[in-house]
């Protein structure tokens, strides 16, 4: 008989399993059971909560998701200048946990299998779609919106490639360093359109 209140506990076990078991394998090929052996359930208890490693992979990707809006929400909630609310986004997108090797593995992994699942590649979208916005938003107000978009753009993709190169192992980019590139290139660019930046 199932314990009364253990399915939230044992569901986040099991994403928090994926993350850590994508991340170790580099790639999607890691099992229910490899999974479940992480989280310390059966294998069978797995299939009952998620019906597929696919709808696990999901849930997973969700809650990272999920995780870095929240951070997202609590750091533009602190921050006062639209230039602020740009470095609290930066910030978040480089913190520690999200730049941990598992995760960013994990991501790249995602990445890959986006190319054949359309529900990954929705959720990726999304992200794609929140971190734009969430920076075009702030831009708008420091400058006129057709610079304002191509910035966005371009700090998005710095945030996205700096997390490729995080990635490699081999050329790894620490988190400061990382920031450090990411606001250079969002005041140089707000220069160029007249904007004083401190």
């Known amino acids: 008989m199932p314990k009364v209140g253990m399915e939230p506990v044992r569901r986040k076990a099991l994403v928090d399993a994926t993350l850590r078991a994508v991340g170790d394998h580099g790639s999607l090929t890691v099992t229910m059971s490899e999974i479940a052996r992480h989280a310390g359930v059966s294998p069978a208890l797995a299939h009952h909560y998620f019906g597929s490693k696919e709808q696990l992979v999901i849930e997973t990707i969700r809650s990272l998701l999920r995780t870095l809006r929240e951070d997202a929400v609590a750091a533009l909630n602190e921050a006062a200048t639209p230039r602020e609310k740009l470095s609290a986004l930066i910030r978040v997108n480089f913190q520690a946990h999200q730049f941990a090797p598992e995760t960013v593995a994990a991501w790249l992994a ?89």
């Open 110 to 198: 995602f990445y890959t299998e986006a190319q054949r699942s359309e529900a990954v590649r929705r959720l990726l979208v999304v992200y794609a779609r929140r971190l734009n916005s969430n920076l075009l938003s702030n831009l708008k107000r420091l400058c006129p919106a057709q610079e304002a978009s191509a910035i966005a753009d371009g700090a998005a993709a710095m945030i996205d490639g700096l997390y490729l190169r995080q990635g490699l192992r081999s050329a790894p980019v620490s988190i400061e360093s990382s920031i450090a590139l990411t606001e250079s290139y969002v005041d140089a660019q707000l220069r160029a359109c007249g904007v004083e930046v401190g």
